[in-house]
């Protein structure tokens, strides 16, 4: 069946420094990928999303590309702030799913000054 | 605008209470759904309507029971509930419910059971 592996966190990291968020897939079909992002108490944010090999979803400085040979979507930012403290769920969903996201078990970053 | 609404937004409850949680959304999509989401976990799916009907239902207890009455509008409806249902209780959209359909969560309700 299909699944997602992110690393796990908390990752703890000064502000103004570089993010990486390792997010690697299984799927039987070819599937649509997304970063979520919670912020405490709050419901999920969709962040980016790529749905075919090579692209690059982007926001807020945050970027993730699709990369099928090594079935990964790597969340990255060039320089987080405190605001970016939150939880971040990489998903995926295919054609045959019926739309169901399968999502990763989520990364905790914590960002101080 | 990408907004799903939730109402309400924290409920305490007994276990022999009756009580409904509602999602609103008025951007024209298609598919609803309701997730469970405990602390520290990723959300779990437990329905999914599609063109207003139920399609997909993750074998959720009976206790449990959604209702899509229009397509802007989505309830769950709770009798006897026990204290492992306390979560937070996520209603989601998306514009047909196909694979690849990108969902946009609301901001969801906090639910006690005592």
């Known amino acids: 069946g299909d699944s997602v592996t992110q690393m796990e966190g908390p990752v703890t990291l000064s502000e103004e420094a570089f993010l990486t968020i390792n997010c690697t897939y299984t799927?039987?079909?070819?599937?649509?990928l997304f970063w979520y992002v919670q912020y405490p108490g709050e419901g999920l944010q969709l962040l980016l999303k790529?749905?075919?090999?090579?692209d690059k979803g982007s926001n807020k400085g945050f970027e993730a590309t699709y990369r099928k040979e090594t079935t990964s979507f790597h969340l990255e930012k060039g320089s987080v702030q405190v605001s970016d403290s939150a939880v971040y769920f990489c998903?995926?969903?295919?054609?045959?799913?019926?739309?169901?996201?399968?999502f990763g078990t989520g990364t905790q970053l914590k960002v101080e000054l | 605008d990408t907004e799903v609404t939730q109402t309400p937004k924290h409920l305490v409850m007994g276990m022999t209470n009756k009580k409904s949680l509602k999602c609103e959304q008025h951007?024209?999509?298609?598919?609803m759904y309701w997730y469970k989401q405990k602390a520290k976990k990723p959300p779990e799916l437990m329905f999914v309507?599609?063109?207003?009907?139920?399609?997909i239902n993750e074998s959720v207890p009976s206790r449990f029971s959604p209702e899509c009455p229009n397509s802007s509008l989505l309830n769950l409806h709770l009798h006897a509930l026990q204290p492992e249902d306390s979560a937070l209780y996520l209603c989601?959209?998306?514009?047909?419910?196909?694979?690849?359909?990108?969902?946009?969560f609301g901001p969801g309700t906090r639910l006690t059971v005592l």
């Open positions: 989601a959209s998306s514009q047909v419910g196909w694979g690849g359909d990108t969902q946009y």
């Open positions: 790529a749905t075919k090999a090579d």
């Open positions: 951007m024209g999509h298609r598919a």
């Open positions: 799927a039987t079909g070819y599937p649509s």
């Open positions: 309507y599609s063109y207003e009907k139920l399609s």
């Open positions: 998903a995926l969903s295919t054609t045959g799913g019926g739309n169901k996201l399968t």
